[in-house]
């Protein structure tokens, strides 16, 4: 998910050393180190059953200490820009910022213990993890994305051999001047916090190592520096003696950490405006910085605890990349990026081979009958031989959230099976829902999402069963400002449901991870965040609520006499899903819950895509400037989506409750009406607080 604006906690010195704000750097000799490592050794370990085991694959299943392991938890991602002591802007603060930043930390991991959450989810990169070397922009002049993007052996410069000291056995240290890209020592210790401070509450970490977009640090980031890859001297700045490049370098110093994104974004457009996140994918030397960078964190040195991060059970799983697409590209720019999954998934098994990886996927399927994408055993397991399961559509693509989603470039079939990858994962959001162009690009309802939904992500359990892998539900949620806290209490119940019903039946589907969570007070709300601690949040289980809302019995205990509320409100809930037609195209109109309609679009010469946002997005321009990345909205992708819609395909219809004859992990409508019905009355957390106790029950 992108990062959208967040709310400012507290302004912070722009100016301060970074010996006031790096609180705890300088002090970590053995005394602290030993210190440390005895009072984490000392603490509450929380949910986690075997703390010093690591989270293995055993076929479809994910593993600890010999036995099958599942998990609830959610997403953080500005753990690390919080331990550093940084704003929503990305300014360092003073050591009080980072100090309180520490303490939210601490907060929301012991909250999400005490909720019985195992896992969370956070970004290990931040704004200057990697950020550029000012002393490379200050020596040497960019070169072009295109120039260097298909060939490094042929530049006179002898960037070539530069390229070349980059490899897996040195890890860099090869090269005379280092490297273009730096990582800032205080952001890492950020991170090292909070990896120590999880294992110290007993929750398991999924670190993400970079995002396909331009929150934090983006492809831009690594196709930047790539561009400064030459060898000491090889070339000078423009204009004799530093001129343009070292100007540069002075306005890199004085930027916060989110105007360092959108200067990558506007170097690139000076230097090559036609760059694009193929470009990325296809650049050799942003190949082997992404893959140095996935080396430098795995193989980092914990300043807390002294420990590897790659020898870390607490680290469960790395998120090799956040949402890699490849929108509109061409089929020999999908040969590179699919050459790019390898190569970073193989990095990352290299470099952490005793803890789990995955790639970030969303779950969009590739053109093509299922046949072509895995054979007929996979389609049958998908229930599309027969019709079941499949609502119609003749093939995976038609499940697709959208008509356009088909020219994201995601193969959700190959990525899953990359050699470097264990874990099948999944990113569900209605944002991503959308229609064709005589439906007026409307996305779903709320009453066609919750049926989609289930199905959508039933079809993937399935799926990955079929591949061997445990699935993972990474994010999910609904926005604030599009759905009712009764609607995300609904949707929280039915698809935890789903997780639970598939762990107790011994299924593929491990964990699930909403997006996301944070503390009150400590900023970062982008519309999804439910906050552990506010004002009505449980601070732990219900007593005998995961019996009545996630077990078959409990819900029939709620339909057992006709006359009680709880059935009357089972009753009320079914027909109103009964009375909503399954159909892809919404009903038209200004908007409302579940609805958003983009109207009086020129689609031959606009964008509208499916983006991060909670309301289709409308682009008329594709050229890279701060506030477009490299994945721009509009040009290929869109031409792609526009001529499929106007082929006909479109998103086959979900299936109404009940009604999918592949079989759900729900029960039957009437028992889901019931579930439904009672989580409305509930807090989301209390909704999540039971399911996680259900699930962790499995291991007692």
Avoid at 294 to 314: E, L, M, Q, W
């Amino acid at each position: 998910m992108v990062q959208l604006a967040g709310t400012r906690r507290r302004g912070c010195e722009r100016g301060a050393r970074p010996q006031d704000w790096c609180f705890g750097c300088r002090w970590r000799g053995p005394f602290l180190v030993s210190l440390l490592t005895v009072a984490l050794a000392a603490a509450s370990r929380g949910p986690d059953p075997a703390p010093d085991s690591f989270v293995t694959r055993s076929g479809s299943r994910m593993s600890l200490a010999g036995r099958p392991y599942h998990f609830l938890g959610l997403n953080a991602y500005q753990l690390t820009a919080q331990a550093a002591g940084e704003n929503d802007d990305g300014w360092p603060g003073d050591s009080g910022a980072v100090a309180a930043g520490r303490a939210a930390v601490e907060r929301l991991l012991e909250r999400a213990a005490r909720l019985g959450l195992r896992v969370v989810r956070t970004w290990a990169f931040n704004h200057r993890l990697p950020g550029l070397n000012t002393s490379w922009l200050q020596q040497h002049t960019p070169a072009s994305a295109t120039a260097n993007s298909s060939s490094s052996s042929s530049n006179s410069d002898g960037s070539s051999s530069y390229l070349d000291c980059l490899t897996d056995t040195n890890g860099g240290s090869g090269c005379a001047a280092g490297l273009p890209l730096v990582w800032e020592e205080a952001e890492f210790v950020g991170l090292d916090w909070v990896v120590a401070r999880a294992e110290a509450a007993g929750v398991r970490l999924v670190l993400a190592l970079g995002n396909l977009w331009p929150a934090y640090v983006g492809p831009e980031r690594f196709l930047r520096a790539a561009q400064l890859l030459r060898p000491p001297g090889g070339a000078a700045a423009a204009g004799g003696g530093g001129g343009t490049a070292a100007a540069a370098a002075d306005v890199v110093v004085g930027l916060s950490g989110r105007a360092l994104v959108a200067a990558d974004a506007e170097a690139l457009a000076r230097a090559d405006g036609s760059a694009s996140v193929a470009d990325f994918y296809c650049h050799p030397g942003a190949r082997k910085l992404y893959s140095e960078h996935i080396r430098r964190v795995t193989g980092r040195v914990n300043s807390f605890t002294g420990r590897k991060y790659s020898d870390t059970p607490a680290i469960m799983m790395w998120d090799v990349m956040n949402e890699p697409r490849c929108p509109g590209c061409s089929p020999a720019q999908l040969s590179c990026y699919s050459q790019w999954m390898r190569l970073v998934t193989d990095t990352a098994a290299a470099a952490a081979p005793r803890q789990l990886r995955a790639m970030g996927t969303e779950g969009f399927f590739a053109d093509g009958a299922p046949q072509q994408q895995g054979g007929p055993d996979l389609a049958a397991a998908a229930g599309l031989l027969s019709g079941g399961g499949g609502g119609g559509a003749a093939s995976l693509e038609d499940h697709n959230p959208g008509v356009g989603a088909v020219c994201e470039g995601e193969d959700w079939l190959a990525a899953t099976q990359l050699p470097g990858s264990d874990v099948a994962v999944l990113h569900t959001y209605w944002r991503q829902t959308e229609g064709v162009p005589g439906c007026g690009w409307s996305r779903m309802t709320w009453w066609q999402y919750l049926p989609w939904y289930l199905h959508y992500t039933a079809l993937h359990v399935r799926l990955a069963g079929a591949l061997g892998r445990p699935l993972v539900q990474e994010e999910f949620n609904i926005i604030s400002s599009r759905f009712t806290p009764q609607q995300r209490s609904q949707l929280f119940a039915a698809a935890l449901w789903q997780l639970v019903a598939s762990a107790e039946a011994g299924g593929p589907y491990a964990g699930a991870l909403w997006w996301g969570g944070a503390v009150v007070g400590a900023g970062w709300d982008d519309g999804y965040t439910l906050f552990l601690d506010a004002a009505g949040a449980p601070s732990g289980p219900t007593p005998g609520l995961a019996a009545s809302l996630f077990s078959p019995s409990g819900l029939a205990a709620l339909l057992a006499d006709p006359a009680a509320p709880s059935a009357k409100a089972a009753a009320a809930v079914q027909r109103a899903f009964e009375q909503q037609p399954p159909t892809a195209c919404g009903p038209l109109g200004a908007g409302g819950a579940g609805v958003s309609v983009v109207s009086s679009v020129n689609v031959s010469t606009s964008s509208v895509v499916v983006r991060k946002e909670d309301v289709v997005a409308v682009v008329t321009s594709t050229s890279t400037s701060a506030s477009v990345n490299l994945v721009t909205a509009g040009g290929p992708r869109q031409q792609c989506a526009e001529a499929r819609a106007a082929a006909g395909h479109q998103p086959a219809p979900p299936p109404a409750l009940g009604a999918d004859p592949g079989g759900t992990l729900t029960p039957p409508l009437p028992q889901l009406a019931a579930l439904l019905a009672a989580a409305e009355g509930r807090h989301v957390l209390e909704v999540v607080a039971a399911a996680a106790e259900r699930l962790n029950a499995l291991w007692d």
